[in-house]
């Protein structure tokens, strides 16, 4: 009886990973189905051509190239914000700092935030400053939403630097500020992991930019242009009614569950290579 | 003196870089609370002319009239999230204990780097899967055994998209929380003759029963701020949904849909700041309670 009831159980828990595993091959065929046959060359050299809900013509080049600018743009802002803190929380404050544990549990929370109230909130900033808009309002938009990820991601790998490494620098007449390089030499594969890990969520987030990068044709040129991105040309050009439209929705689904499954796959294989290293 | 000046610029640059450092973990602190007060200044004209009760007990949602109930949204919020934990709970217990307390290592191998793309899988990628997918499904397949018509853009799409879409952060922190419970704990059960199941019933789920809860009020609160893939799939008509099959009207949705006309008539857009000040909110205490119900859990286990 006892066996039965444990057989069971188990039965249903296999039951219950293969039904994980099954959704996410079939959100993967889905988009390889629908997206293969409407991928081309044109696809990713051209910008739509006659506007984005009826223009037959023409790629996503220019939501392309937006989604990369603005994936550069917040990912260096957000590592400008994050490692000085994480270096701060790590090097400068005691261990059991009650400030560091704060900035750990606020991260935490950030994190949990949802990306559409970081674009209501960037949305109100712009109209504060008189800002349209813009590449730079989409920038800070999703920088703020990926600076609590790059804190958490640095911090565990900054967290189990051993402390003895500190101490040798320190008693050798180096000042705080002058470890810092070690350090970041330490937790190099850890920022690289914090990057992929940012940047899959930078590139695939719509809600942050909708307010605050807006949508256009063309590619931006400067910081105070409109861009598009890659999950809003997926958005917009899926309710037209036109199929070659459509055709460029599954196109840029396709491109960009690609590059985040590339990211999410290198993001893995970093950490692990790093962990490896440390025992 | 040379040396003296050098030594004096060294630390002065130390002192320096602590301090710009400090700064900016200080911003990081505060950027909750400036972000609510930045919200909260949009959203006081309506809540100046309305109360908020009156805001989101009201159904009527009529922009152009002043009218602004919140109540379709709310609930249509309700029902894609608790359609969603309900779908994704089970599943999620089921297969977190399966990969942590008897999953083959080579099978965790293989599972584990699929969960991280299904976390890594953007929103939008998730709505399309859903238009593609759920929805034809719902509203061909499973709807027409139970109600006379249904579209297919429903509640029940939404919380079906939703559930996808939280499993892989449920799993990592269940797992994550059993990997916490310390082995002599699992040794002391077994060696009184329990079996590997007795052990996961008795001991295992019960010592993790506040991390279990964390985990699903994070879920909850995930669920509660998903814009684009419910947007995509949920069918947005402002009613009260009074079945799964019903279209629901999401509050992220609600503010996604509507930016754009939004700075056309008074007050609207103080409505829909409001709406993401709701949301902000909610999430905000649901998020801090767990995560500290989740640090404590890692702290008593580690000692």
């Given at each position: 009886m006892r066996r039965a009831e444990e057989l069971f159980f188990k039965t249903l828990m296999i039951l219950a990973t293969i039904v994980i595993l099954g959704s996410l091959m079939m959100i993967l065929f889905a988009v390889v189905k629908r997206g293969l046959p409407a991928m081309n060359w044109d696809m990713i050299t051209k910008i739509p051509s006659?506007?984005?809900?009826?223009?037959?013509e023409g790629g996503l080049l220019n939501a392309i190239a937006g989604s990369l600018f603005i994936v550069i743009g917040s990912t260096f802002l957000g590592l400008l914000i994050s490692i000085p803190i994480v270096i701060y929380i790590n090097i400068y404050l005691p261990p059991k700092s009650f400030l560091a544990d704060l900035t750990r549990l606020s991260s935490d929370v950030l994190f949990g935030i949802p990306s559409i109230v970081y674009g209501a909130f960037g949305f109100t900033l712009m109209v504060y400053f008189g800002l349209k808009t813009s590449l730079l309002g989409g920038i800070i938009a999703v920088a703020l939403l990926i600076t609590p990820i790059l804190i958490r991601s640095m911090d565990e790998v900054a967290?189990?630097?051993?402390k003895d490494l500190k101490d040798a620098a320190l008693s050798l007449g180096a000042t705080r500020f002058e470890i810092i390089k070690v350090i970041l030499k330490q937790i190099s594969p850890g920022i690289t992991t914090a990057i992929l890990l940012s940047v899959g969520r930078a590139i695939g987030d719509a809600a942050s930019v909708l307010f605050t990068a807006g949508y256009t044709d063309n590619i931006p040129t400067s910081l105070s242009e409109p861009a598009a991105t890659l999950p809003l040309a997926i958005f917009f050009q899926l309710s037209s009614p036109i199929p070659e439209v459509q055709d460029r929705a599954y196109a840029a689904a396709l491109i960009l569950t690609f590059i985040v499954l590339v990211l999410s796959l290198a993001a893995r294989y970093y950490s692990r290579k790093f962990s490896k290293n440390k025992i | 003196m040379n040396k003296l000046n050098h030594t004096k610029y060294r630390i002065l640059k130390d002192i320096l870089a602590r301090n710009v450092m400090l700064g900016l973990t200080i911003f990081s602190l505060l950027l909750a609370v400036i972000i609510g007060i930045g919200l909260y200044i949009k959203s006081a004209p309506i809540l100046h002319d309305h109360s908020l009760w009156s805001l989101i007990s009201s159904s009527s949602w009529r922009p152009f009239k002043g009218e602004f109930g919140f109540l379709p949204f709310i609930m249509g919020t309700l029902w894609v999230t608790l359609i969603a934990i309900v779908i994704a709970l089970p599943l999620c217990l089921l297969s977190g204990i399966y990969l942590s307390e008897y999953a083959h290592p080579f099978v965790k191998r293989i599972v584990d780097p699929m969960i991280d793309i299904l976390a890594g899988i953007p929103p939008v990628v998730y709505g399309v899967w859903g238009a593609l997918v759920v929805v034809p499904f719902i509203g061909d397949v499973v709807a027409p055994h139970f109600v006379?018509?249904?579209?297919?853009?429903s509640v029940l799409s939404g919380g079906i998209v939703l559930a996808i879409m939280i499993i892989p952060l449920i799993i990592s922190i269940l797992t994550e929380i059993f990997a916490a419970i310390p082995k002599e704990l699992r040794d002391a059960s077994l060696s009184v003759g329990a079996t590997k199941w007795q052990t996961i019933k008795f001991v295992i789920i019960r010592k993790s029963t506040p991390g279990i809860i964390a985990a699903v009020v994070l879920a909850i609160s995930r669920a509660f701020g998903e814009t684009i893939a419910v947007l995509m799939v949920c069918?947005?008509?402002?009613q009260v949904p009074h079945s799964v099959f019903d279209s629901g009207y999401p509050l992220p949705a609600l503010i996604a849909n509507n930016y754009g006309e939004m700075?056309?008539?008074?007050l609207y857009d103080s409505a829909l700041m409001l709406a993401a000040l709701i949301l902000f909110v909610i999430i905000l205490i649901f998020n801090t309670i767990s995560r500290i119900v989740l640090v404590r859990i890692e702290r008593r286990f580690a000692l």
């Open positions: 006659g506007g984005f809900y009826i223009g037959k967290r189990i630097i051993p | 006379e018509y249904s579209s297919g853009y069918g947005n008509i402002s700075m056309s008539l008074p």
